[in-house]
C-alpha cells in the first residue's frame, strides 16, 4: 500500500469524511451527509483543528480521499503516566473495502501513536461489528475490556 497518502483533514474533506462515516448501517442512523452539513460537524472539526492531541486523518489514493479516522492522545495517570492513543471513526470508501487499506491505515495509526509516546492503542467497536472485531483481533487487539456508555 505505498500509493495511500496519509496526512491532517483539512475543512474540505468533512463532506467527504461525514459521507463516509454514514455509509454504513450505524452510520446512517446516527449522522447526516446532506450538504450543507450540519454547523456541528463544522464545529466538531474546529474543535479538532485546536487540540494538539487530536489528530483527524485523511487517507488518499491517488489524489482522492478513500478512507479517514481520528486519534486521540490520552495522558493518564495510571500505568505509570502513559499515554494512549485512541483510534476511531476509522472508514474506508466502500468501493475500496477488502484491499488492505484499512491494515495500512491502522499501521499508520499505531506507528504515529508510538511516535508520540504512547503506551497503549486503544479503540472501541459497536458490538454488532462482528467483521470488525474479526480484523481488529487479526491486528492484534484483544477484547480485554467491557465498554458502557450513558448516551447524554
Known sequence: MTDLAFRSATRDDLPAIIAMIADDQLGQARDDARLPLDQRYVDAFAALERD???LLV???QAGKLIGCFQ??????????GAWRGQIESVRVARAKRGAGIGTAMFEWAIAECRRRGCNLVQLYTDKSRTD???????????????????AL
Open 58 to 60: 485523511a487517507v488518499e
Open 52 to 54: 494538539p492531541n487530536q
Open 132 to 150: 470488525a472485531h474479526r480484523f481488529y483481533e487479526r491486528l492484534g487487539f484483544k477484547a480485554s475490556h467491557e465498554g458502557m456508555k450513558l
Open 71 to 80: 486519534i486521540t492522545f490520552i495522558p493518564g495517570i495510571s500505568r505509570r
